[in-house]
T-cell receptor, first 112, second 114 residues
Framework: GQQVMQIPQYQHVQEGEDFTTYCNSS?????IQWYKQRPGGHPVFLIQ?????EVKKQKRLTFQFGEAKKNSSLHITATQTTDVGTYFC????????????FGPGTRLSVLP | ETGVTQSPTHLIKTRGQQVTLRCSSQ?????VSWYQQALGQGPQFIFQ???????GRGNFPPRFSGLQFPNYSSELNVNALELDDSALYLC?????????????FGPGTRLTVT
């Protein structure tokens, strides 16, 4: 079955440093979503990518979908303490009755 | 806030018991998905309901069952609880249309099985 992997598992950065998390799927995806989960909270939808090679930006966050639609990345520029949390990618195969398969997440700590 | 609500917030049950968790979806959403999130892991898909029919199921045994009601709210039932069922149970609502599966999660129900 479809598997989604993320690296790194943990990342500790100093406030102001950049951060990148990578997501890889074992199969070609129809689309991919990114979520952020704060400690003790629930996943919050950030963005969805659909097209091959697509790049989307949200302020300091840049999301990219690979050309082969099997990988994706999230890059945060100049991290802030408010960026703390776990970032999950979730891949969708596109077939009826399927659902998103979540990666294990990357936990980001930002030191002030 | 997403408008997705879940009840109860926390629950403690004994091994072998049965539990029912509830979810009210966001207004206008006709699809509800249930996920199990163990500590330190990503959400694992249990099943999805679309217009009151089960529409996809993850790798969970039949003792995990669900319902969706005409107002699109939903229930997750777990029979014969096991210790490994201890987790955060999340529901997510979405508007099911081609290529538009943005999911909005509720706050979750923390289930502890002793």
């Amino acid at each position: 079955g479809q598997q989604v992997m993320q690296i790194p598992q943990y990342q500790h950065v100093q406030e102001g440093e950049d951060f990148t998390t990578y997501c890889n799927s074992s199969t070609t995806l129809s689309n991919i979503q990114w979520y952020k989960q704060r400690p003790g909270g629930h996943p919050v939808f950030l963005i969805q990518l659909v097209k091959s090679g697509e790049v989307k930006k949200q302020k300091r966050l840049t999301f990219q979908f690979g050309e082969a639609k099997k990988n994706s990345s999230l890059h945060i520029t100049a991290t802030q303490t408010t960026d703390v949390g776990t970032y999950f990618c979730a891949g969708f195969g596109g077939n009826y009755g399927q659902n998103f398969v979540f990666g294990p997440g990357t936990r980001l700590s930002v030191l002030p | 806030e997403t408008g997705v609500t879940q009840s109860p917030t926390h629950l403690i049950k004994t091994r072998g018991q049965q539990v029912t968790l509830r979810c009210s979806s966001q207004s206008g959403h006709n699809t509800v998905s249930w996920y199990q999130q163990a500590l330190g892991q990503g959400p694992q898909f249990i099943f999805q309901y679309y217009r009151e029919e089960e529409n996809g199921r993850g790798n969970f045994p039949p003792r995990f069952s669900g319902l969706q009601f005409p107002n699109y709210s939903s229930e997750l039932n777990v029979n014969a609880l096991e210790l490994d069922d201890s987790a955060l149970y999340l529901c997510a609502s979405s508007l099911r249309s081609p290529g538009a599966y943005e999911q909005y999660f509720g706050p979750g129900t923390r289930l502890t099985v002793t």
